[in-house]
């Protein structure tokens, strides 16, 4: 499996991993957005928590240039550890959410 691939199945069955646990309130439905031709991967959540509407991402990662971009991530377990755990190397991975100067004291890839 070329490299390319490799990661694509690596975030998939991250975020299934995450999508698989038991949401905190019943009424928010948890789903997954994935492109695999263009590379961008989602875990969207929608719903209502009480008179309060949610939507939005949970975690927002893209394949660019071979790299995986993490642009959001909302948990309380860090999709970047999931990653590095399944073998991606650390300058394989781009915390895309931090600015661009503060990357190199990530100890990840800045782009």
Partial sequence: MDKLARYRQIIQDAL???IQGKPLVSTIDRFLILDKEQDHY???RTGWR???????P???VDIINDKIWIQ???TDRPI???LLEAGVP???I???FHPENLRQYTGFAIS
């Fill in 42 to 44: 989602q875990l969207m």
């Fill in 58 to 60: 949970t975690i927002h």
């Fill in 94 to 96: 781009v915390l895309a």
């Fill in 50 to 56: 009480g008179s309060e509407r949610i939507y939005g």
């Fill in 80 to 82: 970047a550890d999931a």
């Fill in 16 to 18: 299934q991993w995450y």
């Fill in 72 to 74: 959001y991530d909302g």
């Fill in 90 to 92: 650390k300058e394989d």
